[in-house]
């Protein structure tokens, strides 16, 4: 069965300290790749998407992520975290098969000021 | 503007009231679903319309139904609502097609009383 890991449920790292989640998935073929945000009390907000191309992918807020395909991760990178980065973060994937999202159980990062 | 809004935002119901949630979308989108997301957890589908074909996820309970009567509105019926229903709830579309992503509502929260 297709599905998402992120291998950290909580991290809690201290402002200006670089910042790496992780996301890996199982599927062969090709896919669509997907990072939501969703700060306390609010909905989710896509953070940065791969179709194709260029695998290193600038989203907003100074987030980055990186494709590679022979490793089947999609990992979330910020070189210096703030204390409003504090939120959690869902990688997704929507493989060729199946036009729905695959989610990832989500990580929640705390940042201390 | 938004795309994909849903009402109300907040919405409190009592124990075994039919309550009815709505989401609405500007896209034209083919596709709309309906997730549940309780607080840290990642978004749980439970059932989608591709144009107005209803699929309903195995282990959505009959508890929760779904109307479509156009492209661009869809409602969610909680026939009984229980405490454990108690959630966000999240309206999204999108394309079914590869290289496309799917667009949110900002969510209704329910509180059962």
């Known amino acids: 069965a297709q599905s998402v890991s992120q291998h950290n449920h909580h991290v809690i790292l201290s402002e200006a300290a670089s910042l790496e989640l992780g996301c890996n998935y199982s599927?062969?073929?090709?896919?669509?790749l997907f990072w939501y945000v969703q700060y306390p009390g609010q909905h989710l907000q896509l953070l940065l998407k791969?179709?194709?191309?260029d695998p290193l992918v600038k989203g907003i807020k100074g987030f980055e992520a990186e494709f590679i395909k022979s490793k089947f991760s999609f990992n979330l990178r910020k070189p210096s975290v703030q204390w409003s980065d504090t939120a959690e973060y869902f990688c997704?994937?929507?493989?060729?098969?199946?036009?729905?999202?695959?989610w990832g159980a989500g990580t929640k990062l705390i940042i201390k000021p | 503007d938004a795309m994909v809004i849903q009402n109300p935002r907040y919405q409190v119901t009592q124990f075994g009231k039919p309550v009815t949630l709505s989401c609405s979308q500007t896209?034209?989108?083919?596709?709309m679903y309906w997730y549940q997301q309780k607080s840290s957890q990642a978004p749980k589908l439970l059932f989608h319309?591709?144009?107005?074909?209803?699929?309903n996820e195995a282990d959505t309970p009959d508890n929760f139904q779904s109307r479509r009567p156009n492209t661009s509105f869809c409602f969610l019926d909680i026939r009984s609502p229980g405490l454990g229903d108690a959630a966000m709830y999240l309206c999204?579309?999108?394309?079914?097609?590869?290289?496309?992503?799917?667009?949110f509502g900002q969510g209704t929260r329910l509180t059962v009383v």
């Open positions: 997704a994937v929507n493989p060729d098969s199946n036009y729905q999202l695959i």
């Open positions: 896209l034209n989108h083919n596709v």
């Open positions: 999204a579309t999108n394309r079914a097609k590869m290289n496309t992503e799917a667009f």
């Open positions: 791969y179709f194709s191309g």
């Open positions: 319309y591709y144009d107005k074909d209803f699929n």
């Open positions: 599927y062969g073929g090709t896919v669509n």
